[in-house]
Each structure stands twice: as structure tokens, then as C-alpha cells.
């Protein structure tokens, strides 16, 4: 069966301070990934998201970066983070056959900045 | 673009009870999805029911149910029996069908479902 793990869970980081934050999905090959983001008191936004090893998109522009070194890890990073970068950070996947699939969502990481 | 509206920021319901949740969208597509999302404490995000908008039929998976009207671009979710485990944050969903692999949902501001014992 498919799992998708991401980390860290929490993560208390000072402004201005480098961000990496992990995801990785085991049981599938060449899935679609995904970096949304949930602020207080709000719906998910997607932030990026990878079709492939290498192919990133970005929906909104912002302080973040996505990067997709293997197929099954995506990862989401930021030089210098912003107040603003705050948030509720869910990585998720979804297979590319079939319009419509579900899309699969990791556990999430808490980030606040300080 | 499109929009998703949730106009009940808190709703509760008494355990073994039926509660109704309210979702209206807004889309000039003909073509496009709907979900709703149940996000626990635990924050873990879990799909609860899809609707495919050329479905005319309803959609059901056990205690839940959704009454989707395209017309009137609305989409509630009906929870049957009401257990303290649906206790959740409750978000609706839009997804164009012609997004590919930018599986992009556009969310509504979600629910927050209390269950009274």
C-alpha cells in the first residue's frame, strides 16, 4: 500500500532563517506531488506542485521554492523565511491515471516563525 | 475564477443526530469535481465524498451523504447518526475537470462540526 510521510511535524524557526521541509511517498512510482499550504483559520492554498523528477509549477508567487531530486521526494525550502511564511504546510500526492483520484495527504508540519 | 463559500463558520449536533452542511460555489465550467474534506485534530486531512459534476446522482459513502444541486452551485454535506468521531474541521472543495495534473482545490473556509454526547 501507498504511504506518504512528512517532516518534521512541527518546526519553530526565526526570521530570516533557511527552511527544508520533506516529503516522500512509498508504494507508488511517478506520482503527482503537492505543497499546499493552510492558514489560520483558512482553506489549503497550493503552493507547488510536480509532475516529474526535475518539473516544478508554482501557483503563487512567494518567499518558498519546491524542489523533486528523486520521483518520490518532494521538497519545499525557503533562504530566508518571512513572518508571513507561517503556516500550516501539507505535502500530498495523487496518481496520475484517472481524472478525478483522490488526492492523498501527509500528516503536515506546523511551521511558525518567529 | 472559481470560488468556494462555507456559510456556517461552527455548527454542533447531538450524538446519534443528523446535521447538514452548507456549501455554494461559484464556476462558469460544466466540467469539474467536488469533495469535501474532514480535517481532524490530528490535522490529517481525509477525503469523506466526491461528486463528479456530471453525475446527476448523489453520492453516498455510509453515514454521509452530499445533496448536490448544479444549478443552484450547491453541494451540502448530510451526516446521518452522528458519532463523536465526525468531530472535525469540515472543508469544501472545488476542482476544475479540465486541470490535469495541476490538481489545484479551491477551498472553502471549512466548518467546525461539534458533537455533543
Known amino acids: 500500500s501507498q504511504t506518504i510521510h512528512q517532516w518534521p511535524a512541527t518546526l519553530v524557526q526565526p526570521v530570516g532563517s533557511p527552511l527544508s521541509l520533506e516529503c516522500t511517498v512509498e508504494?507508488?512510482?511517478?506520482?503527482?506531488l503537492y505543497w499546499y499550504r493552510q492558514a489560520a483559520g483558512r482553506g489549503l492554498q497550493l503552493l507547488f506542485y510536480s509532475v516529474g523528477i526535475g518539473q516544478i509549477s508554482s501557483e503563487v508567487p512567494q518567499n518558498l521554492s519546491a524542489s523533486r531530486p528523486q520521483d518520490r521526494q518532494f521538497i519545499l525550502s525557503s533562504k530566508k523565511l518571512l513572518l508571513s511564511d507561517s503556516g500550516f504546510y501539507l505535502c500530498?500526492?495523487?496518481?496520475?491515471?484517472?481524472?478525478?483520484?483522490?488526492?492523498?495527504f501527509g500528516s503536515g508540519t506546523q511551521l511558525s516563525v518567529l | 475564477a472559481q470560488t468556494v463559500t462555507q456559510s456556517q463558520p461552527e455548527m454542533s449536533v447531538q450524538e446519534a443526530e443528523t446535521v447538514t452542511l452548507s456549501c455554494t460555489y461559484d464556476?462558469?465550467?460544466?466540467?469539474?469535481?467536488l469533495f469535501w474534506y474532514k480535517q481532524p485534530p490530528s490535522r490529517q486531512m481525509i477525503l469523506v465524498i466526491r461528486?463528479?459534476?456530471?453525475?446527476?446522482q448523489n453520492a453516498t459513502e455510509n453515514r454521509f451523504s452530499v445533496n448536490f444541486q448544479k444549478a443552484a452551485k450547491s453541494f451540502s454535506l448530510k451526516i446521518s447518526d452522528s458519532q463523536l468521531g465526525d468531530a472535525a474541521m469540515y472543508f469544501c472543495a472545488y476542482r476544475s475537470g479540465s486541470g490535469g495534473s495541476n490538481y489545484k482545490l479551491t477551498f472553502g473556509k471549512g466548518t467546525l462540526l461539534t458533537v455533543n454526547p
Open positions: 461528486q463528479e459534476a456530471y453525475k446527476q
Open positions: 500530498a500526492w495523487r496518481p496520475k491515471t484517472g481524472i478525478g483520484e483522490k488526492l492523498f
Open positions: 508504494g507508488t512510482s511517478n506520482p503527482n
Open positions: 464556476t462558469s465550467e460544466s466540467d469539474y469535481y
